[in-house]
């Protein structure tokens, strides 16, 4: 709530990052989970209970090994996650639409910018968790795009190895790895290949799918169940929901 103005002699990088951080940096929520042992590992049965994510804990491996004594690796790993999911989505819309000229750069220097996305200053809490599953799907777009140019089944089960940890990760992903499907419709050499290719990633999302369908099912109290809670019982919320989102999406015109 303090005023801008009253910091005259400040950059307006700080004023659009570091005064932000200094307020949002610790969330409140999910911090302890970087720290604790159930939760901060390669394949944790903790994430996996509470959420069917059981490898989102590999950002907390990560970051800690970094820094073992301080919160520092933390932030060292937030701004590389912004960087490498940038050049990534640069990397994929090159190779995809290579007649495209500037877009792919304003693509990616519009995703390290991204005014709508305020989660980028809760950096413990939610910034590293998401931004960890967006890289991951990322990279599997990017190899299954070489792996379809090069006619490579090596690099094509690897993408599909990579998107089954995206979606391990995080479910929001599962909307973008359709995507995957559109990327090799655009690069498509011939219709055998791309069948191959299309069923094995469609395969992947398909087996992930069913993996999260019986968790919903199996799991009476799950996460997803109680956030979506409150928009079954008053259907307005999600209209309300939307209206926010759509709001986040106006700021990139707002000025």
Aim: aromatic share 14%; net charge neutral.
């Amino acid at each position: 709530h303090r005023d801008l103005h009253s910091f005259p002699t400040r950059r307006s990088s700080d004023l659009s990052y570091f005064e932000p951080m200094q307020k949002h940096f610790w969330g409140g929520c999910d911090e302890f989970a970087h720290f604790t042992e159930e939760k901060a590992g390669l394949w944790s049965k903790e994430w996996d209970c509470a959420g069917a994510r059981p490898i989102l804990g590999w950002i907390s491996v990560v970051s800690r090994m970094l820094t073992p004594d301080s919160l520092d690796g933390f932030m060292w790993t937030a701004v590389a996650l912004c960087w490498l999911n940038s050049c990534l989505l640069y990397g994929v819309l090159r190779r995809l639409m290579p007649q495209a000229g500037g877009l792919p750069a304003v693509a990616a220097i519009l995703l390290i910018v991204n005014p709508g996305d305020s989660s980028r200053f809760f950096v413990l809490w939610t910034t590293n968790f998401y931004w960890l599953a967006l890289f991951l799907v990322l990279l599997s777009f990017w190899l299954l795009v070489q792996s379809q140019q090069r006619e490579s089944r090596a690099l094509l089960a690897t993408s599909c190895a990579l998107l089954a940890a995206s979606l391990l990760t995080s479910e929001g992903i599962f909307p973008l790895a359709l995507l995957g499907f559109v990327a090799l419709w655009l690069g498509k050499r011939d219709w055998p290949r791309l069948a191959v290719w299309a069923g094995a990633w469609l395969g992947t999302i398909g087996l992930l799918a069913a993996r999260f369908l019986a968790y919903l099912l199996l799991r009476e109290n799950s996460y997803q169940a109680r956030q979506m809670s409150g928009a079954l019982k008053d259907p307005t919320l999600f209209w309300q929901n939307f209206c926010e989102r759509l709001e986040t999406f106006q700021l990139f015109f707002a000025q």
